[in-house]
């Protein structure tokens, strides 16, 4: 079998040239073959076709082998050069072969010429194979595999090179992005899924950016973008506004509608750093800032920066804390809407600290949980609410109470213990307890989440779903729950007369709600009007700061007289 080979000749000589061919032939070679014996004929056949090798006479009358060479070399072909020629000297050969030549053969001897075209060709082959595992390599190495992005990697590479190029010339912007709640998406629906909501998202977001500005994914659900070149800094705030745009349309994932909420951290050169590294950390914390503060965007401030070693210290200071009694519990009453009457209160952890004043729980039950000090904290609550709970029944005030877990509280295997004691150390009874739960915590481990809340049931503690239609759970997928109520996230309620989306899912979930026999409570019920829509809906409890903030104990207890509500179920 003859094997095709796609041959450039250069070469002044016909008959050489036939010689050469006749000779590849000989050696089970198909040539199909041009001979061109001046610069501009080579430049035009190498850039017209692709071409196996070339061979070329040492010396021609317009043309000669080294500017053939540097030619070839020119385009950034790897194609295997050989020259054929007349006797040139050992000197000149070895100066060809420095210059790239890949073999020489005297046009006396030709037996040697199918012998080094196998060799070149297999060379070449290898060489190519090896171009290609690198490229793959550097790619591997550079690109995020999912969404075909530069990674981390390359974007911090991308981010030194655009500080150089800006340093006194212009500013430019660095933004980090976080998607909220993308672990839910990734542990309810599957990773797959996950990967492709976020090649979706690196899609809108190129959509959204035109060249220069780059976009990567920095890994997780955290995707970087420089804007490497800007007129001013202000800038940055139309293009947040149009990667807020494109990313507002849900996600369709296998024909599942997802919305996706992202946080961005902002920081500018010069201003908040000169150095990649720098940059990238100060957009880190401003990220992490608009997390927290659950704001679409935050730019960088130095402030946020002290922030955290200050957030070490505190939680260092929280253990003390818990033993040192220095938390302590408001409560908040849930009214039933239909009697006016109130039936429970929502205990809310505060830290009144020596220093800082009184901290939200926002301020520190994140890094309670991921410093481990949540499990003191939850015992501590639970016990405390319970107390208070029981004090009120003793002075005739009967009301349930509710108190809130993290989701490792719920995790924890010695919760049903905790709670045990807690009931016993008070005197108080399960069914005056309720326990309320976000959905995260439920998908972190739904098998074992429904374990625990069917063990807490069957003691007569009564579940609660706390800030519902936040997370993705379906109302279904609770069903298989022992689930008693469940609230309404109020970020819905708050909005739910100004907004038709709002009202529709408070409306929506109310109805779903009492389909599976469930309890509906309306959470941020600010308002009168709010009040009353809720009740047209026919939901069965409020709470909100319509019928007042949370308060500690003692000063419910004088406030109970003076307000509208009644006190206390009837059962
Ligand atoms: P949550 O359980 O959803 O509690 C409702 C939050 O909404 C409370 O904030 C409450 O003060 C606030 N709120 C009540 N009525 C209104 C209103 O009409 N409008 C508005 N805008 N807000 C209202 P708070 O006390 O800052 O608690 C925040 C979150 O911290 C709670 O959300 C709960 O998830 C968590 N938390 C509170 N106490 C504890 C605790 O003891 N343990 C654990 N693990 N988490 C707790
Ligand atoms: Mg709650
Ligand atoms: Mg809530």
Redesign the pocket.
Known sequence: MTKPLRTLVVEDSADDTELLVRELRHGGYEPTYARVETAATMSAELAARAWDIVFSDFTMPQFNAFDALALLRQTGLDIPFIIVSGTIGEDRAVTAMRAGAHDYILKGNLKRLVPAVERELREARIRQERRQASETIYRLAYTDPVTELPNRIRFREYVQQAIEDARGKHPLALLLMGLDRFKDVNDTLGHTRGDSLLQQVGMRLRGALFAPDTVARLGGDQFGILLPRLAATDDVKLVIKKIQDFLQAPFMIDSIPIAVEAGIGVAIMPGHATDADTLLQCADIAMYRAKQMATSYAVYAPEFNRHSPERLGLMAELRDAVEQRQLLL?F?PKVEIKTGRIVGT????RWQHLRRGLL???EF?VAAEQTGV?GP??RW?LTDALGHCQGARLEGIQLRVS????AR?LHDPRLPEMIVKALETTGAEPRQLTL?I?ESAIVLDPKRAEETLAALSRMGIWLSI??FGTGYTSLTSIKRLPVNEI?ID?SFV?GMLADKNDAMIVRSVIELGHNLGLRVVA????TNETFDALSALGCDEA????IT??QTCESLKSWFPTSSWKVGSTS
């Not at 709470?543 to 319509?546: I, P, R, T």
Request: no cysteine.
């Open positions: 408001h908040q929502e205990a809310l952890v939200m729980p926002d039950i949540i904290l939850t609550v108190v809130n877990l993290s509280s309320e976000t706390d800030d609230k109020k708050i959470e941020g019920v600010e709470q909100g700061y319509f903030p949370p």
